[in-house]
C-alpha cells in the first residue's frame, strides 16, 4: 500500500452535473483517498483512455 495524497470522486462530478447521477458528488460515501498515481490512473481511464499494445517484432501483443 502506498500512501494517499489526494481524493477521487468514485462517481466522477460530470455525472452529477450532466444529470446522469442525482445527489451530492462531494458527499463522502463518494469519495475515497487514493495516491497520485492510482488518482491519475483512474481519472484517465474515467475519461476513455486506454493504453498502447506493446507489439513484438512477430506481431502479436507483448506480455507484460
Known amino acids: 500500500l502506498l500512501p494517499a495524497h489526494e ?3 468514485i462517481k466522477p ?3 452529477y452535473r450532466s444529470g446522469k447521477v442525482k445527489g ?3 458527499d463522502p460515501s463518494n469519495l ?3 495516491n497520485r498515481d492510482c488518482h491519475k490512473r483512474l481519472t484517465l481511464k474515467q475519461r476513455g483512455y486506454r ?5 513484438g517484432l512477430d506481431g502479436f501483443p507483448m506480455g507484460e
Open 7 to 9: 481524493v477521487d470522486h
Open 13 to 15: 462530478k460530470a455525472w
Open 32 to 34: 475515497r483517498a487514493v
Open 24 to 26: 451530492n458528488p462531494d
Open 51 to 55: 493504453p498502447a499494445v506493446r507489439v
